[in-house]
């Protein structure tokens, strides 16, 4: 029996299998790329929406920060304002003490009143419910004694009616009412008016004064008011000084202009007859 020899090619077989394995190869490479590519992708996302984030709380922070900036500016300006208000009414609250003390002089050297009636007459009547004493009082030199007891208000009111000081003097009366009104008064000659600056009060005031008859030597305004707001109070204290001085302008001097705040009245002022 003659035996048959198996010849086999190596090199088909080599070039097959490396054919198997650089595809393996490239198989398992795309596969990496592609887990690559999608880490990369989730990771660039991931980083997108903290960015998103966090510049979303960086204008929240600085939205909130706006606000602080805001508000402290706010309560400076309120503290600046209160420190202003502060000060005016310490101003206002002197100009009025000199005013009744050269009121208080002017009403000593007419009827030769003692000093502490002068400042009982010139204190500022009590607010709303603080009872208040009323006594009829016929004449000045007969009853000075009994003056002294009595409320600043009865006081000015007695000497509204007294001839002698009526011979001397026009009496006028300036009251500002709650609801801002301003009341002006002159013997049975009256005028309500408004006047929200010192200085439209002060033309206003003088526009009536011109068509009143010529005033005598000495004019007293006598100022109250009612639970008036501070700004209406204001352009009243503020512009009757301005509004006096050009009357004693127009007067070249020959009238005397003087005024005294008597303080709060719930009604329209003191009656001037």
Not at 99 to 119: C, H, M, S, Y
Request: no cysteine.
């Amino acid at each position: 029996m003659k035996i048959q020899r198996l010849h086999f090619q190596l090199t088909p077989l080599l070039d097959l299998l490396l054919i198997v394995i650089f595809a393996q190869y490239l198989d398992v490479q795309q596969t990496a790329d592609q887990q690559s590519e999608s880490v990369t992708a989730q990771v660039a996302a991931e980083r997108a929406e903290m960015d998103t984030q966090l510049s979303r709380k960086l204008d929240e922070l600085e939205q909130r920060s706006q606000t602080t900036l805001v508000v402290e500016g706010e309560l400076s300006q309120r503290k600046a304002e209160l420190e202003r208000q502060i000060q005016k009414l310490a101003e206002d609250r002197a100009e009025l003490e000199a005013r009744q003390r050269t009121a208080g002089n002017l009403l000593a050297k007419l009827f030769d009143v003692p000093q502490e009636v002068i400042a009982e007459v010139f204190r500022p009547r009590e607010p709303p419910g603080v009872p208040q004493t009323a006594e009829e009082v016929q004449r000045l030199k007969d009853q000075l004694e009994r003056l002294a007891n009595d409320k600043g208000r009865e006081i000015v009111e007695f000497l509204l009616t007294y001839d002698e000081l009526r011979k001397r003097a026009d009496i006028w009366s300036v009251h500002i009412r709650e609801t801002g009104e301003i009341v002006l008064k002159a013997g049975e000659w009256s005028n309500v008016i408004r006047a929200k600056t010192p200085d439209e009060f002060a033309s206003k005031i003088f526009t009536n004064y011109k068509t009143l008859p010529q005033p005598k030597n000495l004019v007293v305004v006598l100022v109250s008011y009612g639970d008036a707001r501070a700004d209406a109070r204001n352009a009243v204290l503020k512009g009757l000084p301005m509004a006096l001085k050009e009357m004693r302008d127009d007067r070249l001097g020959r009238t005397q202009f003087e005024y005294a705040i008597l303080g709060f009245d719930p009604g329209d002022g003191p009656t001037v007859p």
